[in-house]
């Protein structure tokens, strides 16, 4: 809880981030008149827009809260999380960035499972991998609603209830009026600010422990193995880590449904280097305070933390200036906004546009229906967020694991890979379900123990990739006639 005397300070910051914030729906909302505006922003997005847009969308809440805590807790064993930014990014803009947008240009699209749907001509896939998307949304936006609220009850005081209903309201009035071209500057707008944010709390982190070499030291001296290239995770479990949130990026929905915006999709050649720079002064946050906090415990300057994900709260109200502090917070809740606005467009998409089509049906109006999904799938979330906060953590686990292990080898792997077929994509996304869903449930019930350093999302998304490439090789027959013809035009491109 933030001490009384500062809560006047960070209300007024607060206040004041949410006003821009609503400006710049208002403005996107001006701008916002077909379909295509709501869930693609009419394809007009710029390079560097892009790159921003999506690291504030990619960095959550995450990054400010549970990174530090993870790396308090374990060392610099938790980098691998953090690793595979930039070999991802440079395969995003290679392997999908691209494609995804000449797919684009030559067919009308405004989802990913449009651009499964076409890459094998199949509505049952894309009625499929709407599915997984949209039980993953409502997972991700429930956890991230619950951390908002947490973050807005330390805030104002108003209790976890009403601040999850405060913090769902002032993100759904710019998404719903405005649609992904509100999120999109909403998007620049706080990625600039986590970026600056992070990069000032960094500095105040390496001069509190008096460099990052000393800070080093005092880990070896007092518990060495923090400081070990491993941290105090087994060598399975860091690669893990950088196994799952490497390949694993790629199948993330509301990353790479951005790709579609890009205006110019000839200048991608350097979306990796500003998208990698940008995600590196922004992730300085996530090393600097977890090390920094840990050093200062083990040298006995402050006292053992009560939980892990106190560390950067602590570390705020102990080194940094108060309105720094005040800063931070904002920060922490535009991360959590973007992360949630990118949510709300492709689950309100999946409903409007995915599953109607799917089923062989188009919807009328797909502006106006758009906007009434986002509402209540957003409410639908914000309900779960105060269900459990047990059940909030367990749904938020193998969310990401459903966009990875159902998308990434239908979607990544399906648009640059001629063998692919029909089959081998369908098999791939309901074992990616069946897989997550089953042995997460298995694990959080605790019917069995996982071994040392084996998570449920690398297995799932292990599964999922034999499956797809088994089942394609069987069927390897029907490969040709489920490519079409401007499909192998985009992808020889």
Not at 22 to 47: E, H, M
Not at 223 to 241: C, E, Q, R, Y
Not at 359 to 374: A, I, N, P, Q, S
Request: one cysteine or more; aromatic letters at 10%; charged letters at 10%.
């Amino acid at each position: 809880m933030i001490p009384s005397a500062d809560r006047p300070l960070v209300i007024a910051v607060a206040l004041a981030y949410f006003a821009i914030v609503a400006g710049i729906g208002v403005y996107a909302a001006r701008r916002t008149r077909t379909a295509s505006d709501f869930f693609v922003a009419g394809q007009g997005i710029g390079l560097v827009t892009l790159a921003i847009a999506a690291m504030a969308t990619t960095l959550s809440g995450f990054t400010f809260i549970g990174g530090p805590g993870l790396v308090y807790s374990v060392g610099f064993g938790a980098v691998f999380i953090i690793l595979p930014a930039s070999f991802t990014n440079t395969m995003g803009a290679s392997v999908l960035a691209r494609r995804l947008r000449l797919l684009a240009s030559v067919r009308e699209m405004i989802t990913i499972p449009d651009a499964i749907a076409a890459r094998f001509q199949s509505r049952a896939v894309q009625g499929w991998s709407a599915t997984a998307i949209l039980i993953a949304v409502v997972s991700y936006m429930g956890t991230n609603l619950l951390a908002m609220g947490l973050v807005l009850d330390a805030t104002f005081g108003i209790g976890l209830g009403p601040a999850i209903w405060l913090g769902t309201l002032v993100v759904l009035a710019y998404s719903v009026t405005g649609g992904i071209l509100a999120g999109i500057y909403n998007d620049v707008f706080q990625g600039l600010l986590m970026a600056g944010a992070s990069a000032a709390v960094f500095w105040y982190a390496m001069d509190s422990g008096g460099g990052m070499a000393n800070i080093s030291r005092t880990l070896l001296t007092h518990d060495a193995a923090l400081a070990s290239p491993w941290g105090k995770l087994s060598p399975l479990a860091a690669l893990s880590f950088f196994f799952v949130f490497g390949i694993g990026t790629l199948g993330q929905p509301h990353v790479a449904h951005k790709y579609f915006m890009l205006r110019d999709p000839r200048r991608l050649r350097w979306f990796p280097i500003l998208m990698s720079l940008a995600m590196t002064v922004t992730l300085l946050l996530f090393v600097g305070v977890g090390v920094a906090m840990k050093a200062q415990v083990l040298s006995g300057a402050i006292p053992p933390l009560s939980k892990p994900d106190d560390a950067t709260p602590a570390f705020l109200w102990a080194f940094t200036p108060k309105p720094l502090a005040a800063l931070v917070l904002s920060a922490v809740v535009a991360a959590i906004m973007s992360t949630v606005s990118s949510f709300m467009s492709i689950g309100a998409a999946a409903c409007t546009h995915d599953l109607p089509v799917a089923f062989g049906k188009r919807v009328g109006d797909e502006l106006w229906w758009g906007r009434v999904w986002t509402v209540i799938l957003t409410v639908l979330a914000a309900c779960v967020a105060q269900a459990s906060n047990t059940l909030v953590a367990f749904l938020g686990i193998f969310g990401w694991g459903l966009f990875a292990s159902t998308l990434v080898p239908a979607l990544a792997i399906g648009l640059n890979w001629k063998g692919a077929t029909r089959a081998g994509a369908l098999a791939s996304i309901n074992t990616g379900l069946a897989a997550t869903l089953g042995i997460e449930s298995l694990a959080y019930f605790k019917v069995f123990v996982f071994p040392s350093g084996v998570t449920a999302t690398a297995i799932a998304l292990v599964l999922s990739l034999l499956v797809f490439f088994v089942v394609s090789w069987f069927t390897r027959a029907t490969a040709a006639s489920t490519l079409a013809e401007d499909v192998r035009r985009v992808m020889d491109a």
